[in-house]
């Protein structure tokens, strides 16, 4: 676990995502590292909590740790999955495979389909007009990452119960990896005959990395990169 001195980080120290990262380790015999976001807690230097940050925080820390180890099996889950996404875009030859649990296509289709409707359908113009404004400098883009990353074995896992990053999220960036990655494929969707996402069943935000199907789809995902 990647650590600096201080407090309990509210994400990296959370007992989920130490359950989470424990099962995992276990179930495909890897050491786990955990990044932290520079920002999340008081470091004492009143560090900011930027999207920049984020991204070249866990930039750094995958290039560091490549060198020492080679390729990284990246795993990112959440808010996790862009930077893990920009970690596999940005740094090819540093990683292995790539692991999106629940990822968002980007900050602003969350905008758009989750807080759009609690505003109500008078508020949808105005939705409309900060997505149209927003677009360019939507830095928390699972989806252009996508489409800059080739060659790469991917993951997408998401619970069919999703309340926080809806399923179909996950969907359309699965779609977009399997443009120029081999994607692994969990089913048909909806009973049709395209191909799906690894859908954990029944699973909401929070559960979906405590689910076995979830762990066994990555140890799968990660013994067959290696």
């Known amino acids: 676990c990647i650590r600096d001195r201080g407090p309990p980080h509210p994400q990296v120290d959370q007992p989920g995502t130490r359950k989470f990262a424990a099962a995992l380790s276990e179930a495909a015999g890897v050491t786990v590292a955990l990044v932290e976001y520079p920002g999340f807690w008081d470091d004492g230097r009143g560090t900011k909590k930027t999207i920049n940050g984020m991204y070249e925080t866990c930039l750094a820390a995958a290039e560091e740790i490549s060198k020492r180890h080679g390729p990284l099996h990246v795993v990112g889950y959440s808010i996790g999955t ?107 969707r909806d009973g049709t005959e395209k191909d799906d996402l690894v859908m954990v069943a029944g699973a909401n935000h929070e559960k979906v990395v405590d689910a076995e199907e979830c762990v066994a789809a990555i140890k799968g995902h990660i013994r067959s990169c290696d």
């Open 82 to 188: 862009a930077p893990a996404a920009r970690v596999a875009a940005k740094l090819p030859r540093a990683v292995r495979s790539l692991t999106l649990v629940a990822p968002m296509v980007s900050a602003l289709r969350m905008f758009e389909d989750v807080v759009g409707p609690q505003l109500g359908p008078a508020a949808r113009p105005l939705v409309r007009l900060v997505s149209s404004f927003s677009r360019p400098i939507d830095t928390l883009c699972v989806r252009r990452d996508a489409s800059a990353t080739k060659g790469l074995r991917v993951l997408i896992v998401h619970g069919s119960d999703d309340e926080v990053i809806p399923l179909e999220h996950g969907r359309e960036v699965f779609d977009a990896y399997r443009k120029n990655n081999l994607v692994i494929v969990g089913g048909k």
